[in-house]
């Protein structure tokens, strides 16, 4: 493969990855679905829900996100060490993972890490998309917040819903 | 615009950003200044201050890193997942953000998570500086260390003023 | 130095770099060793055995980590915001790095902040390798996990043992 159509798709693949956590994290999830192809598979190695996730087809993985990220759940999802292995018209990646998800009125924080296995796939339009994601666990863990009595969300985003503008939020707390 | 230069352009943007960031927690104050045109822009979202904060001119954005950020302070400014795209001699950046803030002598945690929007621009000289970095904050929160007795710090930057050096300050809590 | 050759270099260095980390925190100590030269050194500023850690010879670097991270012990290796400059074929780099280390059975949560300064050479064969890597810490701390007692850890990887398969792990945690 030419070695600059090589580091570009690399550089297009790491971009994908990234405005899809992005997303993810903003829940803009008007946006995210160009990320996947139609019939992309993710298999989230989360015990949340008490066994891992499996989803099949970009709609239905949309839909999840939609359902299960309302403005109660703040998620930071951190991507990095990306090794992809790109041939011709479809690419490998394997990259580090760490997430936070705080569910401000359940007040429990879980905290992980992970790594995951990727597949992308680039379309007849020249664009790369994820056609399977998933990760394994290195480890996952719950806190109730009930044992940080001092913790206090002093931001938070505009996208939390009503009352929830950081500025808002920060201007309570500091009263 | 070329695919090499394109690709060029993208890495000396990163290593600008990681550099500017390197110099924020190891308080290299006497470095970071080149990072930034003459007349850049930053807006933190960062409700520390009870309010965003805003900024104008590489002098101003030095001092403000320089008085605040103190031997007393512990910083950790984490960004990944650059999107950046570029535009000729301009280019435009997002990232993802984690930062973790150790205030000592207040017993203070802060920690936080962001994505940051940047402007970048080449100089005459060929070299990329920020023109402007913001971040909007996924959230921001605080925690007393009060909360968490058994919380001690094994290490700490030599940088961080008289008896501050890692190997001693391990020596005290090994003892 | 070609510019090509250059962006290819500095993302094989990243590549080596990720599958290190990676290697650490999986466990795979039967493939962590090729990423280093036979003679490389290490030097972690980690103040957790009393001292900073110096140690020289690929194989004495592998059996540090076969006999030091255990099952019993989870860790979280986070290195990003590389600066590479390349040489021919030698290369430096410097990393941002955070670490998280569970050690399960004492109950102890060790978390930490450092830059790694690496240097890196190009084999005969082609390969780029770590022929040194250290850091110096911005900061470490330790907490026991006794000041957190809803903390439930509700996965861990299946190399952690017997009876560590995340779902198991889990199913026992929502029972």
Same sequence: chains 1, 2, 3.
Avoid: N
Avoid at 55 to 67: A, D, K, L, P, Q
Avoid at 82 to 92: K, L, N, Q, S, W
Avoid at 137 to 148: K, Q
């Amino acid at each position: 493969m030419d070695p600059v159509e090589e580091l570009r798709a690399i550089e297009e693949i790491r971009q994908v990855k990234y405005r899809y956590l992005r997303c993810v994290d903003l829940k803009l999830w008007d946006e995210i679905g160009v990320e996947f192809t139609a019939d992309a598979t993710v298999d989230y190695g989360t015990m949340v829900y008490g066994k891992p996730l499996k989803i099949s087809g970009r709609e239905h993985i949309v839909e999840f996100f939609r359902t299960k990220l309302g403005p109660d759940i703040i998620t930071v999802h951190s991507a990095g060490q990306p090794e992809i292995i790109v041939d011709g018209g479809t690419a490998r990646g394997t990259w580090s993972f760490e997430d936070t998800v705080i569910a401000i009125e359940h007040r429990v924080v879980i905290k992980g890490a992970a790594f995951y296995r990727d597949r992308y796939e680039r379309g007849e339009d020249g664009h790369w998309r994820i056609a399977h994601t998933g990760y394994v666990r290195t480890y996952e863990a719950m806190l109730s917040l009930d044992d940080l009595p001092s913790f206090r969300l002093t931001a938070k985003p505009a996208t939390g819903g009503p009352g929830a503008d950081g500025a808002d939020v920060a201007d309570a707390a500091v009263r």
